[in-house]
């Protein structure tokens, strides 16, 4: 068994990121974003037993 303790340093979004599709000759395109929410932490001690 592992036991990790940590801290949480922040938590957020990330930079947008643009996801575009497009198929030629057709006249269709589709732009979306997309933010990822994320948590960002500190291991402090790993304990094995």
């Given at each position: ?44 001690e790993i304990h094995v037993q």
């Amino acid at each position: 068994n592992v036991k990790i303790v940590g801290e949480i340093l922040r938590q957020g979004r990330a930079k947008k990121v643009i996801a575009f599709k497009m198929k030629r000759r057709k006249g269709f395109s589709k732009k979306q974003g997309h933010r990822q929410s994320f948590t960002a932490l500190k291991i402090k001690e790993i304990h094995v037993q």
